[in-house]
Antibody, heavy 119, light 106 residues
């Protein structure tokens, strides 16, 4: 059974880099059928797709965040990482990782992790 | 970006009611629409994809319809477990975008 689990610091200072990891179990992130996405949810902006990664290193990012986002994979640990730099208070949100199969709906989600941006 | 809107934003209903939520896209997304249910403190859960296809394990009282720019999610005979917030999402083109949600409460 596929499981996704987000982890990382719950508090990040303004202007610093938010770094999160999604650990995937029950399947390999190199499965050619799957994409691995990051979505965030804040009270002010609802659900926002951040970007997605295909295992061969192909990525798609939301243009609104593209200049600050990097999504990468570590196949040795079966993890997908998110880095968001130069964070501001508006980046405070619950961050989810989720699986989709190409241009498709998100059919498996992690439980989410709250990240607060504050000094 | 494709903008998604939902109506109503809040819906008060009772157990046994038939409930309909509408989702509209700012341009045609053909049938590339998903519906999710989210309960407080939990991740969204996929209910319907490709506008009308029920995800495995989702009760048959949920159904979806529509294409192009207008879609509906219907819950026949609302159950206590169905009180939640529902979101639509388009995946016709990047960036994927979500609707603002419809909260179904008592």
């Amino acid at each position: 059974q596929l499981q996704l689990h987000e982890s990382g610091p719950g508090l990040v200072k303004p202007s610093e880099t938010l770094s999160l990891t999604c650990t995937v179990s029950g399947d390999s992130i190199t499965n050619s059928s799957h994409y691995w996405g990051w979505i965030r949810q804040s009270p002010g902006k609802g659900l926002e797709w951040i970007g997605s990664l295909y295992y061969i290193g192909r990525t798609n990012y939301n243009p609104s965040l593209k200049s600050r986002v990097t999504i990468s994979a570590d196949t040795s640990t079966n993890q997908v990482s998110l880095k968001l730099n130069s964070v501001v208070a508006a980046d405070t949100a619950v961050y989810y990782c989720a699986k989709h199969s190409g241009v498709a709906s998100f059919d498996s989600w992690g439980q989410g992790t709250l990240v607060t941006v504050s000094s | 970006d494709i903008q998604m809107t939902q109506s109503p934003s809040t819906l008060s209903a009772s157990v046994g009611d038939r409930v309909t939520i509408t989702c509209r896209a700012s341009q045609s997304i053909r049938g590339w629409l998903a519906w999710y249910q989210q309960k407080p403190g939990k991740a969204p859960n996929l209910l319907i994809y490709k506008a009308t296809t029920l995800q495995n394990g989702v009760p048959s009282r949920f159904s979806g319809s529509g294409s192009g720019t207008e879609f509906t999610l219907t819950i026949t005979s609302l159950q206590p477990d169905d009180f939640a917030t529902y979101y639509c999402q388009q995946y016709n083109i990047y960036p994927f975008t979500f609707g603002p949600g419809t909260k179904v409460d008592i």
